[in-house]
């Protein structure tokens, strides 16, 4: 009912908010519209500044590059363009009451340059860049789709990476989630055209974009301080993807792109192909007034990794390190990306434009793990030789995750107000179809009579296992147990929002007031089934399963496994009632928002505040287990949140060349949809009774942020930046053990997640770019940019012992202290090339005891160095060559101290070499 209720009222207030915005609308004086571009190639110049010098008044070029200044009285003005790489251009027009004054600008390199340096190669898409940043109002870092091109970039992670403050998590050595300023994945928002979406993975709010392929894109921009009018769903950052529009430039545009990669680790030869095509069509009785952008991509790869990992199982007792277990494992995998953008522009009128815009992105994972498990009787140290029990293990799986993102929506722009209004559907989900979870083959008793080997370890951290022929040998273990599995995620969202905006003046002070409704609705599921064999058809020995031995460079592993032989000698399969229903939960989330805020700009100062407000309606259902009564039963929980979230935007213009930005903004995230999870699972376990659940009660993270920062931009394709951030998060989110406390006394032991008290993170953000334009040939070309984060937090956890609460310190999880990148490039008519380093230091990946410090584990430090080169045979055909991992960088995580080994492992490098044509 309350549900009901409050979609009743929220559906009033938009209708209220319409009614005042047309009631407000009036008689009008005269407007200036226009468009900003290129001169020759007719590209569209996005955050180009246009200013009427006799008012003070300023407007910004949007993506199309058209500007509008509403309400202008009739008089002589004079307007000036301002754009970091081109000329200024003034203008005298006049405008009259009632009427629209057009304008347009075509723009041209500085004097003495060509004009390529603001369309094409590297310093186009850093000074795109740039021109959107410096004249956004908030602070944001942008990339464009020439910068994209230019780096050896697979997908839309590993793209962001470059930028200044952001790091990328990397999976089997591909980016995967994006960090922001220090923050974990789960607390940044992601959206496609500026629509939310939601996370295809079963227990996280972060958005994986390896799902998104970079070939689709024409911009990325990452909002460091939100405005009201945005969602607040971000602690560290909201990272937009836009995809191309057939008004980002003039006429026919295609690209084709056919390239072929080499994996050094597998030996293995792919394929990409990818087109994007945009063009303008007149219909009616405009004239170019329909736009139409189509792309397609399609990318497969074939790779693989070597890892050996205790997974942070270390004795430390006595002073002296010792591995339980340990595991060797073989990864082969085949990647494929793929997806499609349509998009359409239709400007209706003058007064109107409206868009249906498009992206779909499909990814399968297919993964074939290979393991041995090595479980010591006793822990060994280095050097030591031990008893152990030994398994051999498959895992072969397809994983494909989805990701469909539509909006429809438009502008009108009446006298004295715009209207934007969009309705959006957003899907994500992730599809495991039965599969082998788990293959387990043991020792062969009748083979190896006491089913153990002795075993040798030199090394801690890439770890060597000295063990007998017989460890290798496929006759020594037969199949004890094979677990099939399947999941099934799927997370919806539908939006429908209305922006007003009003220019006005506040005494002789350029204005402006907006203000708005939103309302989304997100819906969450996931479903899980597990099955189980003991009983096989004809000899189990692994002997009759294997194949050739493993290539594996971090020594001597056995031979492979075959998954078609060991789903063909399955004999009865029993499904996993309890496992099948306890990873199943159903969640919604439902969000009304409204905001105002205002903006005045006042001589070089341009301050903008506001406050939204935002309630969301939360419901989980799940299902709970104890083994005493071996019962499954459901569970559901309710409950609703009102948040106010004031912000405060000021900034401060030096010269046209230097500013000063501050801001005060407040975010709420809420927790993952694990930790939610009203799922339980009581079991009994030699008369201890555990138990594992989620809390669906946890609090949402609650943080204060605040920027101070200074720009400078001194000329094409450069800027020197250096911005101070700091974050107060409240409600901070972590798993701990509550047995035996107040409310859990019949547990001995009860994992569940609980908020700390506070987390805080103190940062230093610095950027630099430059192009040597003013050096003689050839050395005008040279072009080298570098950034670099320092941050520090802390947060406060903890548990209990006999009963007594004992909390700790821990850096935020996924935050590097130090992360940076360097890169050197030259370009010409004919060439293009860079080298780019990217750097950050160790971070803690998990808690894996809350009150053992030295089971926290952390990644080290990691330092990838990529290259490419591009030679333009053509205007329209280009060749290019791109290395990735030239030092061939590992992925390692450690306990205690990067002496200890948590998983270590290797891929080697990645070469591509493709050709594109294109025109525009």
Same mark, same amino acid.
């Given at each position: ?143 464009? &789709?020439?910068?994209?091109? @230019? #780096?050896?970039?697979? %997908?839309?992670?590993?793209? !962001?990476?470059?930028?200044? +403050?952001? /790091? ?106 990818? &087109?994007?095509?945009?063009? @303008? #069509?007149?219909?009616? %009785?405009?004239?170019?007034? !329909?736009?139409?952008?189509? +792309?397609? /991509? ?623």
């Amino acid at each position: 009912m309350k549900k009901s209720a409050n979609k009743i009222a929220v559906k009033k207030t938009m209708l209220a908010i319409v009614i005042a915005g047309i009631a407000a609308h009036a008689v009008a004086d005269g407007r200036i519209e226009g468009q900003i571009k290129t001169t020759e190639k007719g590209i569209a110049l996005q955050g180009a500044k246009v200013r009427i010098q006799e008012l003070n008044r300023e407007a910004v070029s949007q993506r199309d590059g058209r500007f509008v200044f509403l309400d202008v009285k009739a008089g002589n003005y004079t307007l000036v363009t301002s754009y970091i790489g081109a000329d200024n251009v003034e203008r005298k027009i006049v405008v009259q009451d009632q009427k629209t004054t057009r304008e347009n600008f075509n723009l041209i390199g500085v004097s003495g340059l060509v004009e390529n340096v603001i369309v094409i190669g590297q310093a186009a898409g850093i000074n795109k860049s740039l021109n959107k940043q410096r004249s956004a109002d908030n602070i944001i870092t942008a990339v464009s &789709a020439d910068s994209i091109g @230019q #780096f050896p970039d697979t %997908n839309v992670s590993e793209s !962001l990476q470059r930028l200044p +403050g952001l /790091s990328i998590e990397r999976d089997q050595g591909e980016g995967r989630y994006v960090r922001v300023r220090g923050m974990s994945p789960d607390f940044n928002a992601v959206t496609i055209n500026g629509v939310g979406v939601p996370g295809p993975d079963a227990d996280r709010r972060a958005v994986a974009l390896d799902v998104i392929p970079s070939d689709l894109l024409e911009n990325l921009t990452v909002t460091k301080s939100v405005t009201p009018d945005m969602d607040a769903n971000s602690l560290g950052g909201s990272i937009d993807v836009q995809s191309l529009s057939a008004f980002d430039r003039d006429g026919f545009f295609y690209q084709f792109t056919a390239e072929g990669s080499f994996d050094e680790n597998t030996e293995q030869t792919s394929p990409k192909l990818a &087109a994007t095509a945009s063009n @303008q #069509f007149s219909i009616g %009785n405009g004239e170019n007034n !329909l736009g139409v952008a189509l +792309g397609v /991509s399609s990318f497969k790869r074939e790779f693989g990794s070597d890892n050996v990992e205790t997974g942070g199982s270390w004795d430390f007792e006595d002073g002296e390190a010792r591995v339980e277990e340990l595991e060797q494992r073989d990864y082969r995998i085949t990647r494929e990306r793929s997806g499609v953008t349509l998009n359409l522009d239709y400007k209706a009128s003058d007064n109107t434009d409206l868009y249906w815009r498009n992206l779909y992105s499909e990814y399968t994972d297919s993964e074939i793990r290979l393991a041995n498990v090595i479980e010591f009787e006793d822990a060994v140290a280095e050097g030591e030789t031990g008893t152990a029990e030994v398994q051999r293990e498959l895992k072969d799986r397809v994983e494909t995750q989805k990701i469909l993102s539509t909006s429809l929506g438009g502008q009108t722009r009446l006298d004295k107000w715009t209207v934007d209004y969009r309705a959006a559907y957003s899907k994500s989900s992730e599809d495991e179809p039965q599969n082998i979870a788990g293959a387990v083959f043991k020792i062969d008793d009748d083979v190896i009579a006491d089913e153990v080997f002795d075993l040798s370890l030199s090394g801690t951290k890439k770890i060597h296992i000295t063990a007998p022929a017989e460890y290798y040998q496929s006759a020594s273990y037969k199949l004890d147990e094979v677990e099939l599995g399947a999941t099934n995620t799927n997370d919806e969202s539908t939006s429908v929002n209305v922006d007003f905006t009003r220019e006005l003046e506040w005494g002789s002070n350029p204005a402006q007031i907006k203000f708005g409704a939103k309302h989304t609705e997100r819906e969450k599921d996931n479903d899980v089934a597990v099955w189980v064999s003991e009983d096989f058809i004809g000899e189990t020995s692994l002997s009759n399963f294997a194949d050739n031995d493993v290539d594996y460079t971090l020594g001597q592993f056995g031979s492979q496994i075959n998954a078609k032989s060991v789903k063909a000698a399955l004999g009865e399969i029993e499904i996993d009632e309890v496992e099948s229903s306890i990873g199943d939960y159903a969640v919604t989330e439902d969000t009304s928002a409204a905001y105002i805020m205002g903006r005045v700009d006042i001589n070089d100062w341009c301050i903008l505040t506001g406050v939204r407000y935002e309630n969301t309606d939360f419901t989980a259902q799940g299902f709970s287990y104890n083994s005493e009564d071996d019962e499954t039963s459901s569970q559901s929980f309710s409950n609703s949140d009102d948040y106010f979230l004031p912000a405060l935007h000021i900034r401060y213009s030096i010269d046209d060349k230097t500013q000063i930005r501050a801001a005060w903004t407040n975010s709420v995230v809420r927790p993952g949809f694990a930790q939610l999870s009203p799922g339980r699972l009581i079991e009994e376990d030699g008369g201890d009774i555990e138990a594992e659940f989620g809390n669906p009660y946890l609090k949402s993270l609650e943080s204060s942020n605040i920027d101070v920062g200074i720009e400078h931009y001194p000329g094409v394709a450069s800027v020197l930046s250096a911005f101070v951030f700091y974050k107060d998060i409240d409600n901070f989110a972590y798993q701990t053990d509550l047995g035996g406390t107040a409310g859990y006394e019949e547990f001995d032991k009860a994992f569940t997640f609980v908020n700390g008290n506070s987390a805080e993170l103190l940062g230093i953000e610095l950027a630099a770019s430059k192009q040597f334009t003013q050096l003689p040939a050839p050395w005008d070309g040279l072009l080298i940019g570098g950034n670099a984060t320092f941050v520090d937090s802390t947060a406060e956890i903890g548990g209990y012992d006999d009963g007594e609460f004992i909390a700790r310190d821990i850096p935020l999880p996924s935050q590097s202290d130090t992360s940076a990148n360097f890169m050197i490039g030259y370009e010409s008519e004919k060439i293009s090339m860079r080298l780019s380093a990217n750097y950050k230091s160790n971070y803690l990946l998990e808690v894996l005891e809350p009150m053992e410090a030295d089971y926290d584990a952390y990644v080290d430090d990691q330092m990838q160095l990529d290259f490419s080169l591009r030679y333009y045979l053509t205007d329209s055909i280009k060749l290019h060559f791109e290395a990735l991992n030239l030092t061939d960088e590992i992925y390692y995580s450690y306990v205690k101290s990067p002496g200890y080994n948590a998983q270590y492992e290797s891929y080697g490098a990645t070469y591509k070499l493709g050709i594109t044509f294109m025109q525009f």
